[in-house]
């Protein structure tokens, strides 16, 4: 499956491929990045490569899935951002997660952004969730500026978290609001 590539004026979404993951891996091991994603504990570098295939094997399976965060100035792969919804899972998540170093900058915002309107646009979903664990403030944040707003509370993988979402009529009146002021402003 070709996996389609998305630009920001900052990032480039693309996809995993090998020489990623060593930066993968580090940022995996990083108790700080870990702390709120799956069990909270750091990935060992053959568990983050197995995330790494796994990531891959949505693709092929779902035809969408969670790109590799390229900053576009350095080419360095900073983190991951997309699509998840394995088997069983309470809807069509969109999420983020970056190498520590890159934290603060706004590049998860901007990364979502562009996926989001991929996947409102091109999936033609009508409706998506973040599940955030209810302390990590940053991403609560992060959900809160794409528009998404808080659903209610449920557990996954035996820890509570936090359903932020937004649907396409919202997500829409955002943008088009967006546009709107944009186009005022000139």
Partial sequence: ??????????????????????????????????????????LSRSEAWRSLATILGHWQLRGYGMWALEERQSSVMIGRVG????????????????????WGYGYATEGARV??????????????????RPENLASKRV?????????????????????YGISREDWQAITMGANNLSLESS
């Avoid at 900052?10 to 990045?33: G, S, T």
């Avoid at 998540?93 to 520590?100: H, S, Y």
């Avoid at 989001?116 to 033609?124: G, I």
């Avoid at 959900?143 to 359903?163: N, P, R, Y």
């Fill in 115 to 132: 996926a989001m309107a991929y996947a409102f646009r091109e999936l033609q979903q009508s409706h998506v969730i973040s599940l955030i």
């Fill in 1 to 42: 499956m070709l996996i389609p590539q998305l630009e920001t004026q900052r990032l480039i979404l693309r996809a995993f491929c090998e020489a990623d993951l060593d930066a993968y891996a580090q940022m995996c091991a990083d108790p700080k990045v870990m702390r709120y994603i799956g069990s909270g504990q750091p």
């Fill in 143 to 163: 959900a809160q500026k794409l528009g998404e707003k808080f659903e209610g509370m449920i557990e996954i993988s035996g820890k509570e978290a936090v359903i």
């Fill in 83 to 102: 699509f998840w919804q394995p088997e069983g899972w309470p809807g069509f998540e969109i999420g983020w997660t970056l190498r520590q170093t890159y």
